[in-house]
């Protein structure tokens, strides 16, 4: 995937996102702003961003949003997206992922009655070329941890399971992904995010608990 997004889509990206948080100046003086962005990270090929929605006030992206990208809802919820002329109900549990191309102009309102928060992977670039493959697949050789949420030709989203005191199977990773924490873990805690390279290992929970994450791999 390149590594530069060009330079009209990062004009267009600001305008989203300054149409979503205004200044602190004037959420000093007005009311919550329709959805605050807070960066989890920014590397070659994505940028990761939580929004958080407030209830019943729409978020109005008057430029569209440039880029494609993977959504994983943080909180259980329901919002409305218009585009087009046309109103979808979108209502979500937390660990839900979705798949979200880019789009021209929206409106977007969270109709629960309470913040949710959305974590947004957005993709710098198209795919570096075919995914390569190996024998280690995890969804191959571990499929009781490893489990396919949905694939197309940019990404590949796993779900990630592992009991209390489970081990897995050794296995590769050749992509680089993005990781997403569902709940407290050895050494991470639930809504942690983090980039992770290409690596042959087993992994085993160490805890008393359930740990559950959803891996992002960037084609």
Do not use: C
């Amino acid at each position: 995937m390149r590594a530069m997004v060009k330079h009209s889509m990062n004009v267009a990206l600001l305008a989203v996102l300054f149409v979503l948080s205004p200044s602190s100046g004037a959420r000093a003086q007005n009311p919550p702003a329709p959805a605050a962005i807070t960066q989890k990270l920014d590397a070659p090929q994505t940028r990761v961003y939580v929004a958080t929605l407030q209830p019943r006030t729409p978020s109005i992206a008057a430029t569209g949003h440039p880029t494609n990208r993977v959504l994983v809802y943080l909180d259980d919820g329901e919002m409305t997206r218009e585009e087009g002329g046309q109103t979808t109900t979108i209502p979500f549990h937390r660990g839900d992922v979705r798949w979200r191309p880019a789009s021209g102009p929206y409106t977007a309102e969270n109709i629960s009655d309470h913040p949710i928060r959305i974590l947004e992977i957005d993709l710098k670039g198209p795919p570096s070329g075919p995914a390569p493959a190996t024998s280690l697949d995890p969804v191959v050789v571990d499929p009781d941890h490893y489990k396919v949420e949905f694939e197309n030709e940019f990404v590949r989203v796993l779900r990630v399971h592992y009991g209390p005191h489970e081990k897995g199977a050794t296995h590769e990773h050749i992509l680089n992904r993005v990781v997403v924490y569902l709940n407290d873990q050895p050494n991470r805690k639930a809504d942690d995010v983090r980039m992770a390279g290409p690596a042959t290992h087993a992994e085993e929970n160490a805890s008393d608990g359930p740990a559950d994450r959803i891996a992002v791999e960037l084609k």
